[in-house]
């Protein structure tokens, strides 16, 4: 399974572009983009602050990746979270799973992001 | 044994790391004993913040060694 795993303080566009091409094999592109909200809590905020242990991040997503791809083989994903500040509107989080079938990239991507958001290393500051 | 804060711990420390000065490996509640004696306002932390050793989550009953780099990493929140 190919990887891209990207921490990064750069606008994350809507849409990504993938810049090798897809694995012959793939017939399906799962994609979710996390947005920031007006709203955190009851309050109405301009933007998040995003902070990493990054190298930890990275190593805690790849050990989760490879659990997954366990359960639900797929042919790449790409991982894009945006650190610093981050306003409302604008994506937080990037992850984009190629996969045979849909409905192995659906699950991996549901379960990576639930895993990503109990244990991995980042942190939104309001 | 270099200490690592992030986030709510970081600012709690007021700083990003410290060097713990530890002679022989300590459990996890004896490392949280060291440094809330050095930083009390991380003694709140202590219920929810998790300890990582060289990247990886400890293991309960692990100890933490005077060589080690410990990261306290209060609750998480990406994505």
Sequence with gaps: MEISIELTGQLIARPQKWAAPFDP?????????GIVR??????????LRYEAYASMAE?????????????????????????????RGESAI?????????????????EFMDELKKDVPIWKCA | ????????????????????????????????????AVFPALEPHQKTARLARGESYLQKGELLGPNDEVAVIP???GG
């Design chain 1, 25 to 33: 094999e793939t017939g399906s592109l799962v994609e979710f983009y």
């Design chain 1, 38 to 47: 007006e709203t955190e809590g009851a309050a109405k905020i301009p933007a």
């Design chain 1, 59 to 87: 190593k805690v997503m790849r050990e989760k990746i490879a659990l997954l791809e366990k359960k639900h083989p797929c042919q790449a994903i790409r991982v894009v979270h945006r650190l610093g500040t981050v306003p």
């Design chain 1, 94 to 110: 990037y992850v984009g799973i190629q996969s045979r079938h849909r409905q192995a990239g659906f699950l991996f991507l549901q």
């Design chain 2, 1 to 36: 044994m270099k200490v690592l804060f992030f986030a709510q711990s970081r600012g709690a420390a007021g700083r990003g790391d410290y060097i713990l000065e530890v002679k022989k490996p300590v459990t996890e509640s004896e490392f949280w004993a060291l440094v809330t």
């Design chain 2, 75 to 77: 609750p998480v929140s």
